[in-house]
């Protein structure tokens, strides 16, 4: 008699790899996190993009770094009606995808991973517009570290866009 496995005991990833077209190399479906040096995603990511080869690209440090810089905004606001509602929805909205990328690394299905990420998607973007009204209302000032956090809330949304769309596509049949 053949002893079935439990689900618990098998081991499941988060993401599948898949033969590259044109090596025969094993790559990610998604990049979300590329965090082993050597591995072939990084190597295109310094030789293609620019990237300075010493360097390692982790997303979830990028985010952690976005939500301490967005921390640091949010206190530099006034003390004012407005300025403790725009810093509350900012914090609130800024910090949101760094949680929620610890979700979609822990997604349970294809369709989850992918719920979760546009949840993260949808949070750049909202930080993205709370922090274009920062920099057109003259009561407030002008934070010295919003032009830095708005380059970089511009490329996380670009980041998270592509990655949605390559879940999209290679979800199709």
Same mark, same amino acid.
């Given at each position: 008699m053949k002893r079935k496995t439990p689900n618990a005991r098998r081991r499941t990833p988060n993401v599948e790899l898949k033969k590259?077209?044109?090596?025969? !190399?094993?790559?990610?479906?998604? &990049?979300?996190?590329?965090?082993?040096?050597?591995s072939r995603?990084?190597?295109?990511?310094?030789?293609?993009y620019g990237v300075r080869r010493d360097r390692r690209y982790d997303l979830e440090d990028r985010l952690l770094d976005f939500a301490v810089e967005d921390v640091e905004l949010t206190e530099s606001l006034p003390n004012t009606r407005?300025? &403790?509602?725009?810093a509350g929805q900012l914090l609130r909205c800024g910090t949101a995808p760094l949680s929620n990328h610890g979700e979609v690394e822990a997604a349970e299905s294809r369709k989850d991973f992918l719920h979760k990420l546009r949840i993260c998607l949808k949070e750049l973007r909202e930080t993205k517009r709370w922090m274009r009204l920062v920099s057109r209302l003259k009561r407030l000032g %002008?934070?010295?570290?919003?032009? !830095?956090?708005?380059? %970089?809330? %511009? %490329?996380?949304?670009?980041?998270?866009?592509?990655? !949605?769309?390559?879940?999209?596509?290679?979800?199709?049949?």
């Open positions: 590259s077209r044109t090596a025969n !190399v094993e790559r990610p479906i998604l &990049n979300i996190k590329w965090s082993l040096p050597g995603v990084n190597e295109l990511a310094h030789t293609h407005a300025g &403790n509602h725009i %002008e934070p010295a570290n919003l032009s !830095v956090c708005l380059n %970089e809330t %511009e %490329e996380l949304v670009r980041i998270f866009a592509a990655s !949605v769309k390559t879940v999209e596509r290679n979800a199709k049949p």
